[in-house]
């Protein structure tokens, strides 16, 4: 048992835990993590420097003491927790993969401060393959609900205000709820958009939160019936990438702002849009963002891989974790006065490669361009041969014939595959965790 976890570790004694207890019950534990966080947001630069720094050291002494796989990292590399003295350090640490961590043992990765009964377990998705097993200590989560909150209340909502959730997981209405506190409703995924349209109308939301492939279908089937709309204060979008054109949609339909979020089981919320809407802040006080192009640190404006560093996560830290997806550091200091970096130009998965005849890959994130030809309400991609592509598009309502020869040739342009078989389609199948997926690699091209 180290020190540096303590306090995301359950209490030991009995006053604790019964307070402990208390305060889940009536969430007043999250609220006050909320105030703990909340005035983060006004460290300066250099306040923030020395608290990541302050952070990493802790966190890096305690995965190398507590968690197997980063003391066998660490002795491979000859590299000790002195070594890492501040977030500058950070590249003497070898970048793990995503399927490293996959492949590996969960209890590789556990902490061993942690038992059975301080964790939650959060699974992402794997669409692409195994499912990831992200543990987190109780504690630890609360800190990324109040993190979610933060966000919130950063964009005018209020505890009194009432969310829609479109999204994958269906939360069950908080103790608070019945105080009127944080009031929320899932609209399930699995309803026609008529049903999803009505709970809409009814529940008269503040704010809305969810995927933004789920909202801009709303969008659209609003757009197409001309029906009425009650504007919600906020729409916050996370867990898949946000168009260009369906933000622009979603934010002309419900007439308020889009705030964009960059969200994963494995960080939580790992970077947000302020009032600005220019760029994303990582969220700098529970994790280090890198972004590495061939190994080394990209520079500012310069598209790499997203590379990931928790600060909180005590029972399963990810240090030096590759996310798989691509953006840019942007280096702009934001006017909102938020001293957190900003990313920009974030794209998917860079793991999902488009692979040509001769065998050379390259990354498949071209294609979030193509919804700027117009005339596409949602798209899927698939590679099927070396040859050979098959699209599937829905239409949205300005689409022409003219369309399908912009498509045709984009996709012909970008990926120089010359079998690209077009077709329309009402809708497109989600994953298991009603994701849209645009792009679905050649089977096995990983291996290629
Ligand atoms: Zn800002």
């Known amino acids: 048992m180290c020190n540096d976890c303590k306090k995301y570790r359950n209490p030991g004694n009995i006053i604790g835990r019964i307070l402990n207890r208390l305060g889940n019950i009536t969430s007043l534990n999250d609220y006050i993590e909320y105030l703990k966080i909340k005035k983060n947001l006004r460290m300066t630069s250099e306040e923030l420097k020395q608290f990541q720094d302050d952070r990493l050291r802790k966190i890096i002494r305690h995965s190398y003491e507590t968690v197997p796989y980063y003391k066998k990292l660490f002795d491979g590399h000859d590299i000790t927790p002195e ?3 501040s977030v500058d350090d950070l590249a003497k640490i070898p970048i793990t993969e995503k399927r490293t961590f ?17 964790l939650t377990l959060t699974t992402t998705g794997g669409s692409t393959g195994t499912p990831l097993k992200i543990y987190m200590s109780k504690k630890g989560l609360r800190r990324r609900l109040a993190e979610g909150r933060r966000i919130l209340f950063l964009h005018g909502f209020s505890a009194f205000d009432k969310s829609l959730l479109f999204s994958f997981y269906s939360y069950p209405e908080e103790l608070i709820g019945l105080l009127g506190l944080f009031r929320q409703k899932h609209v399930p995924w699995e309803i026609s958009i008529a049903e999803q349209y009505k709970i ?9 939160r969810g995927y933004p492939s789920r909202v801009n279908l709303l969008a659209e089937y609003i757009l197409d019936n001309n029906l009425d709309v009650k504007k919600p204060r906020t729409i916050l979008i996370s867990a898949e990438f946000l168009d260009d054109d369906v933000r622009k949609r979603i934010e002309k339909v419900f007439g308020a702002k889009v705030t964009n979020t960059y969200a994963c089981e494995e960080y939580g919320q790992a970077a947000w849009e302020c009032r600005m809407h220019d760029g994303l802040h990582v969220n700098s006080d ?20 997203v590379i990931c560093t928790d600060l909180n996560n005590y029972a399963m830290p990810l240090i030096r974790y590759n996310l798989g997806d691509i953006a ?8 909102c006065g938020i001293s957190f970096p900003l990313i920009e130009n974030l794209k998917g998965r860079a793991s999902d490669y488009f692979v040509l005849p001769s065998g050379n890959k390259f990354s498949s994130t071209f294609i979030y361009i193509l919804p700027r030809l117009g005339g596409v309400l949602e798209y899927q991609i698939a590679q099927k041969s070396l040859t050979r592509l098959d699209v599937k598009i829905v239409k949205s309502r300005d689409w022409t014939p003219e369309h399908t020869k912009k498509i045709w040739n984009f996709l012909n342009k970008c990926s120089t595959l010359k079998d690209i078989r077009i077709s329309y389609v009402k809708s497109i199948k989600r994953t298991k965790r009603a994701k849209l997926r645009r792009f679905i690699p050649l089977k096995n091209s990983k291996k290629v």
Do not use: H, W
């Open 83 to 85: 070594d890492i003295k």
């Open 328 to 335: 840019a550091m942007s280096g702009r200091k934001c006017p």
């Open 102 to 118: 996959q492949n590996a043992d969960n209890r590789e990765f556990l902490s061993t401060c942690f038992g059975q009964k301080d």
């Open 286 to 305: 529970s994790l280090v963002i890198q972004i590495i192009k061939n190994g080394k640190e990209a520079s500012p404006g310069e598209e790499g891989e």
């Open 200 to 208: 809409f109308r009814e529940y008269d939301a503040d704010g809305i």
